[in-house]
């Protein structure tokens, strides 16, 4: 198993930027592919962006490209997502999850395994 812990939300004015963290602990998360999703209040959690470690892919939701960059460091076990250019609409409760293979782009939300509890961002309009 692996436990995540994701940190870096806020609140930002549009058009500002933020990078979110998540830190795994337990089984190396290169086991994993990596995603981070999000979920704002009344709609369904949906995804965001994953990357797998075999190959390196990126992987992205059409709202967010070119915005949004997840990235990887297996040193220090951490995701990030680096959040640029945003907007009012993009707030929401931001989730770090994995999933086994670590080979494969997952963007069913449901598919996940583990996740974090969440991290916060606001965008002020």
């Known amino acids: 198993q692996v436990q995540l812990v994701e940190s870096g939300g806020g609140l930002v004015q549009a058009g500002g930027s933020l990078r979110l963290s998540c830190a795994a602990s337990?089984?190396?998360?290169?086991?994993?592919?990596m995603g981070w999703l999000r979920q704002a209040p009344g709609k369904e959690r949906e995804f965001v962006a994953a990357?797998?470690?075999?190959?390196?892919?990126?992987y992205y939701a059409d709202f967010v490209k070119g915005r949004f960059t997840i990235s990887g460091d297996s040193a220090k076990d951490t995701v990030y997502l680096q959040m640029n250019s945003l907007k009012p609409e993009d707030t929401a409760l931001y989730f770090c999850?994995?999933?086994?293979?670590?080979?494969?782009?997952?963007?069913?939300?449901?598919?996940?395994?583990?996740w974090g509890q969440g991290t916060q961002v606001t965008v002020s309009s």
């Open positions: 999850a994995a999933v086994d293979p670590p080979d494969i782009v997952v963007v069913t939300t449901t598919r996940y395994d583990y």
């Open positions: 337990g089984r190396t998360f290169t086991s994993y592919t």
């Open positions: 990357i797998t470690w075999s190959g390196g892919s990126t």
